[in-house]
């Protein structure tokens, strides 16, 4: 059976780390895959994750303008690293509710049966409307021309 990846974690090589102020050290920034470091990199997760919310169709519309309007605000300063922990944000914001929408209280495994994966289809359907709206903003992101280009060429420059 394969357990979750998070089990298995080693934050040692993990490429983010809680005690460095990314805004002050942008260099240190990794891009990395999908929506890692979302939850580390400070000063920008006190900045976006304050308004990440998706409880309700209702309140992902709120959250997720809020984080595109920081998105487009990095952009305009130059940010980039800002610009894509807030898509990171949207990414998530879609990522999580999609989780809830697909189990019921966002349980994927059961830790009391060797993480034996859970009944898919048992979620809130509200959080399918939740996730939608995350992920129209999310795929607005990263079609962004200017951000491509700033995130092309900072993987280029520093993976």
């Avoid at 780390?17 to 260099?27: A, F, L």
């Avoid at 690293?81 to 990414?91: F, N, P, S």
Wanted: charged share 30%; proline share 3%; hydrophobic share 35%.
């Amino acid at each position: 059976m394969q357990q979750p990846s998070y089990l298995n974690f080693d934050p040692d090589h993990y490429a983010w780390k809680p005690d460095i102020d990314y805004r002050e050290r942008p260099e240190l920034y990794r891009v990395g895959r999908g929506e890692q470091g979302v939850l580390i990199c400070e000063p920008y997760k006190s900045e976006i994750g304050q308004f990440w919310r998706f409880k309700t169709e209702a309140i992902a519309v709120e959250s997720s303008e809020k984080i595109f309007a920081l998105f487009n605000e990095y952009l305009a300063a130059g940010d980039f690293v800002g610009a894509d922990m807030a898509r990171k944000y949207l990414q998530m914001g879609y990522t999580r509710a999609r989780r809830y929408a697909n189990y019921k209280g966002g349980r994927k495994y059961d830790g009391q049966r060797d993480y034996a994966l859970l009944e898919r289809g048992t979620g809130d359907a509200e959080k399918a409307e939740a996730a939608k709206v995350f992920y129209a903003e999310w795929k607005a992101a990263e079609a962004n021309e200017v951000y491509a280009a700033m995130k092309e060429d900072w993987k280029h420059a520093r993976g």
